[in-house]
């Protein structure tokens, strides 16, 4: 097969079904796996499943499962047909897939098996085609139907700038965009990172993240099948089957929760983490106290890296050389990062905080169907605005301050208030309410609501009604953690929402009791 006349992501991939075929890729701690040769040769079943279904180049296929092996043979099937992966999360409820199957208009909706007649309803009134299923366990309709089928080697020519994923970020008004990712995207985004973490066939990384989201598909899988490499599946991260599996393993790609989870075990040190190379933090800042106790009891420095979901990965602290706590480094090779006066636009000198601008074959396409909203997003010269605040220090390191609109990150995920301020408003007596992030030892930020009822309506409403209220309307993540009942919210002379002061006032809610000043 000729590969020059295209540029398919899965042909970056396939070199390595070729190379190494009877080495492992991907396995389980129960036992399951697949070598590069039987990942190929699943593959290629599932994408004749795909094609059967009548999947065409271009298609959307929206995928909302539980994390396994099957996931990402599904993946690497929808890339060789030429179809877009849709990637949803699993706490996602029955209103939200709506609207994203709605706005992506896929071919195909693959989902749980325990829930696939919901889902055929559903599909059926957002003029879903098609609706399968697949599961942890091998299962499934549509692996039931990819084992009837024969392996299709062939790989769909796509273009540079053709579309190989989309994912939804979450929208500030409450309603999310799409981030139109293309082969060139993800392929060159993996390549710098393996480049950059010296990655190789010889490593085996120890994959705990969810599947759904950049860190854990596109940085994670993308890298280990650019490689060669091999990886160790959990469906969730667990400190103690990830401290049993270091002794034949090289790289941990966690968010900041995984290892303040693991300074908690006693079996943390330099023996248990002696063949391990490198740990990965990402998603939301690590403290530089988790960074320094990792630091002692290991001897390893935890390598902090910055991306989002419109641009994969842009910086990364450096291999060799000082991995700075609080920084996440420089432009990977391939992007340029710059900070921006955020009323001017112009480039500010380093040590200045203003906006934090990326470009690169890394940054994506633009916002789908939103051909407005993409254009105010990026500069005439091609600079994408990340809406993240930051400053570059004086040795090219760089530092993140904060986030330009009130973003919450909860647990590595983006909470954006407007959706949960719009669902409290809507409760009866409500007047109004604001959401927003506190310090919270597990999470990073916990979420909190402040709620000012109508006058006369001040007993209707509680903490509990309002938490069970929310309960089936947001995914799990983006619930309040409290709900405060206050007389007026703080503003400014404008009437905007002072945030700021809301975050100061009720700062030490999830802090360790000794520091805490109230209730």
């Not at 190494?20 to 890729?25: G, I």
């Not at 790989?155 to 939804?168: G, H, S, T």
């Not at 992007?335 to 955020?342: A, G, L, M, N, W």
Request: charged share 25%; hydrophobic share 35%.
């Amino acid at each position: 097969m000729s590969h020059a006349n295209h540029d398919n992501l899965y042909l970056q991939f396939a070199r390595n079904f070729d190379e190494r075929p009877d080495a492992t890729f991907l396995d389980t701690v129960e036992g399951h796996g697949y070598t590069f040769d039987q990942t190929r040769t699943a593959a290629g079943q599932m994408a004749s499943a795909l094609r059967e279904l009548g999947v065409a180049p271009g298609d959307r296929v929206a995928v909302q499962i539980d994390k396994s092996c099957e996931t990402v043979i599904l993946y690497l099937a929808c890339l060789q047909v030429g179809a877009v992966y849709l990637p949803l999360n699993t706490a996602y409820t029955g209103e939200e897939i709506r609207y994203f199957l709605g706005d992506a208009g896929p071919h195909l909706y693959v989902c749980q098996p325990k829930v696939l007649e919901t889902a055929r309803e559903l599909g059926k009134q957002c003029g879903v085609p098609r609706i399968e299923s697949l599961g942890t366990e091998q299962d499934g309709s549509l692996m039931e139907q990819a084992r009837q089928c024969s392996a299709s080697h062939e790989v769909e020519p796509r273009a540079a700038d053709d579309l190989a994923a989309i994912l939804y970020t979450s929208g500030t008004t409450g309603r999310s965009k799409g981030a139109m990712l293309t082969h060139a995207n993800l392929a060159s985004n993996c390549q710098a990172l393996a480049e950059t973490w010296r990655f190789s066939a010889d490593d085996h990384l120890i994959h705990a993240l969810p599947i759904f989201h950049t860190h854990g598909l596109f940085v994670a899988c993308n890298i280990v099948l650019t490689v060669g490499a091999s990886m160790t599946f959990l469906p969730k991260f667990d400190a103690e089957q990830t401290l049993d599996l270091m002794p034949r393993s090289s790289v941990l790609m966690g968010v900041p929760t995984f290892y303040t989870r693991l300074l908690e075990s006693e079996r943390l040190n330099r023996e248990t983490t002696a063949s391990m190379r490198l740990f990965v933090s990402g998603s939301a800042p690590l403290l530089s106290e988790t960074h320094s106790e990792f630091s002692a009891r290991t001897g390893h420095a935890i390598l902090e890296r910055y991306g989002m979901t419109e641009t994969n990965m842009n910086t990364s602290n450096p291999y060799d050389g000082e991995r700075r706590p609080g920084t996440v480094g420089m432009a990977l090779p391939g992007s340029e990062v710059r900070v921006t006066d955020r009323e001017t636009g112009a480039i500010l000198p380093r040590g200045e905080t203003g906006l934090i601008e990326v470009r690169g074959s890394n940054v994506f396409k633009g916002y789908w169907k939103m051909p407005e909203k993409t254009a105010s997003e990026f500069r005439e010269d091609g600079f994408f605005i990340t809406g993240d605040l930051g400053h570059i220090d004086a040795d090219g390191y760089l530092c993140i301050s904060g986030r330009d609109k009130d973003l919450i990150i909860s647990g590595g995920y983006n909470i954006y208030p407007k959706e949960v301020e719009l669902l409290i408003d809507d409760m009866p007596g409500v007047n109004e309410s604001a959401v927003f992030g506190v310090p919270h030892p597990d999470f990073g930020e916990g979420v909190c609501a402040v709620v000012v009822m109508q006058p006369g309506h001040q007993d209707s409403l509680d903490e509990a009604a309002v938490l069970v209220a929310l309960s089936d309307k947001l995914a799990r993540y983006k619930q309040p953690k409290r709900v405060f009942f206050i007389d007026s919210l703080p503003r400014n002379v404008m009437g905007k929402v002072q945030k700021k002061q809301l975050r100061e006032e009720y700062a030490e809610l999830f802090a360790p009791e000794p520091a805490r000043s109230h209730g």
